[in-house]
RNA sequence: GGACCGGUAGCUCAGCUGGAUAGAGCAGCUGCCUUCUAAGCAGCAGGUCAUUGGUUCGAAUCCAAUCCGGUUCACCA
């Protein structure tokens, strides 16, 4: 038991005993103690006054006579500043739990629950590279795993590949029509790379397509169009060419065109300083006598006229999806989809050697991020599923039928609203896949939990998921969480593919370890270093450096990703921690292994000084953050604690007084302290690198 | 419009199951390498915790309202 629940629960002793209440541990609310006062830890005894029908401070030093006398051992002291009871624990706590734990390689892993749990992460489509945002979504999922593994659960990493529909069959035929037959041999490129290019192709061919029929429209002729399309497109338009709607769509472009031209002779992205200007009335970047100006500008662009902008914008979307859907490569698109539906043995060759090509690429990238899955699940033998289910839901009365076949629930008593399950020609929308995939999950399983990493846009999605199968009666359905996480913006604002602004995957790697191996060289400390152990160790530093950047921030938060930043290597950073570790190792490897066995039998007896009793409590703390992490499924906890351990122990080495080092490991004050020191060294040095590991980062031993 | 998420230092973020004077990192400014790795350490400066009200011994934290930003409410996946 960690010393503060044995303080929880020898305070909750404390209230019964004394006041004869049913007060339990978990009530209890213990603190670190200020630095400003004497303890190490502190209880909150407001809460107690209630029973004690004492002042705080009385009440306060009651319970500390009570500890005191009760738990020597854990409280050797006490002192009280008005409701708060600072405890001094013994030394011999530590100094115990130093002994116990300083040459445990797996320290923090507990022992089996004997309960499973399912991480389905990743989740890449097989038309594209994966990029930035699958990164977060990776370590994340990653990560999760071993925290949850530590925790003592059995944990089945798996990962739902979506290697079909529209998207898929896109890459594919513009593989067919331009790539004369190229290969990821004949190109030199890598599988996964190469699909996505045809990819982006068959997208410019879309785009060339559909200009002439958007520019049709708006000018009038829907020639392109029938049926409800023309319904629909004719609508639009007219409620793009309404008089004063217009007048206020022209009225916002002018004022952003006269803000444009006030700002020209700023060096810098005209489109940021507009956003500034309009967005945060940020009026830096102008002249004073061009303020006058953009103040009258900004009276003008209303509220009205912006939502009109705003509106605008989206007519013009829908205008330009409904093109999009009329263009000749799209039609040839969706026959694809059909043939490979009907199990076309051509385009289901085509489909086999294209995907082939896209693992080799993707198995390429898992194998540098050092991710794995225990369980791979391929949309194409999944898309089916589900059907059965829904009929059994019909069955039970918990779906309904439609006029025209479809089928759908309504959970609008639970906030929500009707959501349909199957399309009326009885085909499978994406959460009829998803209701047989999870069932399909538990049958191969029965784990008690299913983890879903996946970003927050779909937080309505997993919401529903776990509904249906909560009415449906589904043995999986409570166990089913979405571990929903934000998503990764760059400084100018969302990854947009049209505009060419999605962080590659494989350079961003690539990019990160070139800059770990300048930063290497530039200070030239391991030039005895093989090629291979300073291949090794760019790769640790640059993808810890990376993952350490996407793993800090609390995954329910959207980040910013910040290129320059990111490849960091001091304060907040992974290679901060990896430095801390390697210099612990330095100190280390001056001792032999016969030193380190003969610490396992010594207990330091003599007082501890400041600095030491710090670290080894921060060392103590490590069982319970990582509980934390557990429950709250967040890497970010171990982040924030690995850097604050890392950072105590800096200062534990670098704190010096007149001209000495104050706790040298080497140089101590006595062969006691000397061994203590190892202990608390090596102890930090297994804490590190343990809670690295749970991030999916390695440390090195010299760097 | 409904639902959900967010708003903390110039920037990026901790703290949010209520507790003492709100913390880090970066950026800025001062110092510290003949001594276990300076990828480091020590320090200075920087805050109406979006706003307003409420709950109470105590609110960044809980509640309500408002403002701002985002996501979502597809017979897309």
């Not at 067919?176 to 037959?181: D, E, K, S, T, V």
């Not at 009707?418 to 399983?445: F, H, M, N, P, W």
């Not at 801390?580 to 396992?600: C, K, P, Q, V």
Request: hydrophobic share 40%; glycine share 6%.
């Amino acid at each position: 038991m960690s010393v503060v629940a044995s303080i929880k629960q020898a305070a909750a002793a404390a209230v019964q005993a004394l006041y004869q209440q049913p007060f339990t541990a978990a009530d209890v609310s213990v603190n670190t103690t200020k630095p400003e006062f004497e303890g190490e830890y502190t209880i909150v005894v407001f809460p107690f006054t209630k029973f004690s029908r004492q002042k705080p401070e009385e009440t306060a030093q009651t319970i500390g006579t009570w500890l005191a006398a009760n738990h020597p051992g854990l409280v050797a002291g006490f002192n009280v500043v008005k409701g708060f009871l600072n405890l001094s624990i013994h030394d011999q706590t530590w100094t115990a739990f130093v002994q116990g734990a300083h040459h445990n390689a797996l320290v923090g892993q507990q022992p089996a629950k004997g309960q499973k749990v399912m991480v389905e992460y990743s989740s890449p489509n097989t038309n594209k590279p994966l990029h930035l945002g699958h990164l977060r979504n990776n370590f994340l999922g990653f990560s999760v795993s071993e925290i949850l593994k530590a925790n003592g659960y059995e944990v089945i990493k798996a990962n739902l590949v979506n290697d079909r529909g529209i998207h898929i069959c896109k890459s594919m035929l513009a593989w067919q029509l331009f790539a004369h037959g190229d290969t990821p041999e004949s190109t030199g490129k890598k599988g996964d790379h190469l699909v996505g290019d045809y990819y982006v192709h068959f997208e410019s061919i879309l785009r060339d397509q559909s200009e002439p029929i958007i520019s049709r429209v708006l000018e009038g002729d829907f020639s392109d169009f029938d049926g409800e399309q023309h319904e629909r497109i004719t609508k639009l338009h007219t409620a793009l060419h309404k008089p004063e709607f217009m007048a206020n769509v022209e009225k916002a472009a002018q004022i952003r065109k006269e803000i444009k031209h006030l700002a020209r002779n700023v060096s810098e992205e005209t489109k940021e300083i507009i956003s500034r200007v309009i967005e945060k009335r940020d009026f830096s970047d102008f002249e004073a006598d061009a303020k006058i100006r953009i103040g009258q500008l900004l009276a003008e662009l209303t509220p009205q006229v912006k939502a009109d902008e705003e509106k605008a914008e989206k007519i013009h979307d829908e205008i330009k999806e409904l093109s999009r859907n009329r263009t000749e490569i799209m039609a040839q698109a969706k026959i694809m989809l059909q043939q490979w539906e009907a199990g076309n043995p051509e385009v289901r060759a085509l489909w086999q050697t294209m995907n082939s090509w896209v693992y080799e690429g993707f198995e390429a990238t898992y194998k540098r991020l050092g991710i794995n899955f225990d369980k791979m699940y391929f949309e194409s033998n999944t898309y089916l599923l589900g059907k059965d289910v829904v009929e059994e839901g019909l069955r039970k009365g918990v779906f309904f039928k439609k006029a025209d076949n479809s089928v759908w629930i309504d959970l609008t008593a639970d906030g929500l609203d009707e959501k349909l399950v199957l399309r009326g020609d009885g085909t499978s929308v994406y959460i009829t896949q998803d209701i047989g995939t999870a069932r399909l999950k538990y049958d191969d399983y029965q784990m008690n939990q299913s983890i879903y990493v996946v970003a927050d846009e779909q937080n309505y999605h997993f919401k529903v998921l776990k509904l249906i199968m909560q009415k449906l009666g589904e043995p999986s359905a409570d166990g089913i969480a979405h571990l929903s996480y934000g998503m990764v913006e760059l400084p100018h604002g969302r990854m947009k593919s049209r505009e060419g602004t999605v962080v590659d995957a494989d350079d961003l790697v690539e990019e990160m370890v070139t800059t770990a191996a300048r930063y290497t060289e530039e200070l030239g400390k391991v030039k005895d270093f093989t090629e291979e152990e300073l291949r090794e160790l760019y790769e640790t530093i640059g993808l810890g450096a990376m993952k350490f950047f996407l793993l800090k921030v609390d995954p329910k938060k959207k980040m910013v990703f910040n290129p320059e930043e990111s490849i960091d290597i001091h304060g907040f950073t992974g290679p901060f921690i990896q430095y801390s570790h390697a210099r612990i190792r330095s100190i280390l490897r001056e001792f032999s292994a016969g030193d380190m066995l003969a610490l396992e039998s010594y207990r330091h007896t003599d007082a501890l000084l400041p600095m030491e009793k710090e670290l080894i409590m921060i060392n103590e703390q490590f069982g319970d953050v990582l509980a934390e992490a557990g429950r709250e499924m967040s890497p970010s906890v171990i982040a924030n604690y690995a850097f604050l351990l890392a950072q105590t122990f800096n200062s534990f080495y670098a704190k010096k007084e007149s001209g000495k080092y104050t706790y040298s490991v080497r140089d101590a004050e006595s062969e006691d302290k000397r061994k203590l020191r190892l202990q608390i060294a090596s102890l930090t040095a297994n804490t590190i690198r343990q809670s690295m590991k749970f991030l999916g980062i390695r440390v090195p031993e010299r760097m």
